[in-house]
């Protein structure tokens, strides 16, 4: 079974640039996240999808960030314009179910730096 | 707010020791999670502990849940090389966000 994909791996933009990210998470999984991973911190959540629709997105920066997962399938991740405090890993997950306790999958991550 | 701590946020061992870390919270969790994470990749979940007082073992490694459910610890038998890697518990707490702690970085020196 094909893990969660994600690109880029790495992505260095300037400040105020725009950025996306890609997510392609397990086949059959309904339920997506997106979490941003700053250099010595947990994971926090941005956001998630059930199915093409947002569960949660009571943390994402709503003036400067946006996702969406068309098709119920892949997601992207939008930055735009990024801010030097943005620099972080960009980790996407999946799970079969929106379930608490369920486990989630994550992918590899994409690190950005923004200079 | 963080409302999950770790300790200790850093750890070094020789191979052969035991150690113990840490998962504290003021909320009550509904349920909690330990995943370990390896430079470059994404968390893996290793157990996931419901009910107060639980005990879980998976191999070398004890993972306790509290009675209260406000706090977990995971214990390493005989730590290997093979253990190293950021320690990350996370859960939900009741009315909350799935969230995680801040890890606990271990190293295990051969």
């Known amino acids: 079974e094909a893990g969660v994909a994600q690109s880029p791996r790495y992505k260095i933009i300037e400040k105020r640039q725009s950025v996306a990210f890609w997510c392609n998470p397990i086949?059959?999984?309904?339920?997506l996240y997106w979490y941003q991973q700053i250099l010595g911190q947990g994971p926090k959540l941005l956001i998630q999808?059930?199915?093409?629709?947002?569960?949660?997105d009571s943390q994402l920066p709503k003036d400067r960030f946006s996702a969406e997962r068309l098709k119920g399938v892949d997601s992207t991740l939008k930055i735009q314009p990024a801010k030097l405090e943005d620099s972080a890993v960009y980790l996407c997950?999946?799970?079969?179910?929106?379930?608490?306790?369920?486990?989630?999958?994550f992918g590899p991550g994409t690190r950005l730096t923004v200079t | 707010t963080q409302l999950l701590e770790q300790s200790p946020q850093f750890l070094s061992i020789q191979e052969g020791e035991n150690l113990t870390v840490y998962c504290n919270s003021s909320?009550?969790?509904?349920?909690l999670q330990w995943y370990r994470q390896e430079p470059g990749e994404g968390p893996v979940l290793l157990v996931t502990?419901?009910?107060?007082?639980e005990v879980k073992k998976l191999k070398r490694l004890t993972f306790q849940f509290g009675d209260a459910r406000k706090d977990s610890s995971l214990h390493i038998t005989a730590a290997q090389p093979g253990d190293t890697g950021l320690y990350l518990c996370?859960?939900?707490?009741?009315?909350?966000?799935?969230?995680f702690g801040p890890g606990t970085r271990l190293s295990v020196l051969p």
């Open positions: 909320s009550v969790f509904s349920s």
């Open positions: 502990v419901v009910t107060g007082g």
């Open positions: 999808f059930q199915n093409n629709g947002v569960v949660d």
């Open positions: 996370a859960g939900w707490g009741y009315g909350q966000n799935f969230v």
């Open positions: 997950a999946s799970s079969l179910v929106e379930a608490r306790g369920g486990e989630q999958y």
């Open positions: 086949s059959g999984h309904a339920t």
